[in-house]
């Protein structure tokens, strides 16, 4: 079980994404438009002064079951551990041991 203050810190990113998604998306768009060195600075400065957390990348992918920020199955939303643990006793649908 991963600590709380992490899963905390992982909700509270994505509420800022959530808020701040378009105007860095508006002000991305921009950037890659203008061809003036001097206006491409000023929407870098205005860039950097969003909070660094409303960045979609620093969001990390965690098991909704434990919190666990690694060995995560995108398909299941698991992590390996709960994954397997789930898929031994039926809770998965479509999920068979393989053997060969």
Not at 31 to 38: A, G, I, L, N, S
Not at 57 to 70: A, D, F, L, M
Not at 72 to 92: N, Q
């Amino acid at each position: 079980m991963a600590k709380k203050s992490m899963i905390e810190r992982e909700k509270k990113r994505i509420r800022l994404n959530k808020k701040y998604a378009t105007k860095r998306n508006l002000l991305l768009t921009q950037y890659r438009e203008t061809e003036d060195f001097t206006v491409r600075l000023e929407i870098h400065s205005k860039l950097q002064k969003l909070p660094r957390n409303s960045a979609k990348i620093r969001i990390r992918n965690r098991c909704w079951k434990t919190g666990r920020p690694r060995g995560f199955y995108r398909d299941f939303g698991l992590s390996r551990h709960c994954l397997r643990e789930m898929a031994h006793t039926c809770l998965l649908p479509g999920v068979t041991k393989s053997s060969w």
